[in-house]
Nanobody
Framework: QVQLVESGGGLVQAGGSLRLSCAAS????????MGWYRQAPGKQRELVAV???????NYADSVKGRFTISRDNAKNTVYLQMNSLAPEDSAVYYC??????????????WGQGTQVTVSS
């Protein structure tokens, strides 16, 4: 009954920026870590960035210095600000959240995926 709704993807030129957002809704007791993954054609899904409940973050080496992940706990929302985009960043981006619906029930939930295409 938990939904992750993503927005902000699209087509941009190299060097441009996009801001992805993902809002979790439904039967949520608590959200621990939230993150963004991406999967390009022929590639495995990879972690792009994650923000933990305490605010600490981790980034893939390929996006460090260009992407920024943040979260708004009051809105159950995670953001990914993507700057200096390159064609290599083109992929389907997936929102992920580790959600507790109760103290004893948790789910590793995924968004539907949003396409990010960077043209040269």
């Amino acid at each position: 009954q938990v939904q992750l709704v993503e927005s902000g993807g699209g087509l941009v030129q190299a060097g441009g920026s996009l801001r992805l957002s993902c809002a979790a809704s439904g039967n949520i007791f608590r959200i621990n870590d939230m993150g963004w993954y991406r999967q390009a054609p022929g590639k495995q899904r990879e972690l792009v960035a994650v923000v933990f409940s305490g605010g600490n973050t981790n980034y893939a080496d390929s996006v460090k210095g260009r992407f920024t992940i943040s979260r708004d706990n009051a809105k159950n929302t995670v953001y990914l600000q993507m700057n200096s985009l390159a064609p290599e960043d083109s992929a389907v981006y997936y929102c992920n959240a580790y959600i507790l619906t109760t103290l004893r029930s948790s789910y590793n939930s995924w968004g539907q995926g949003t396409q990010v295409t960077v043209s040269s």
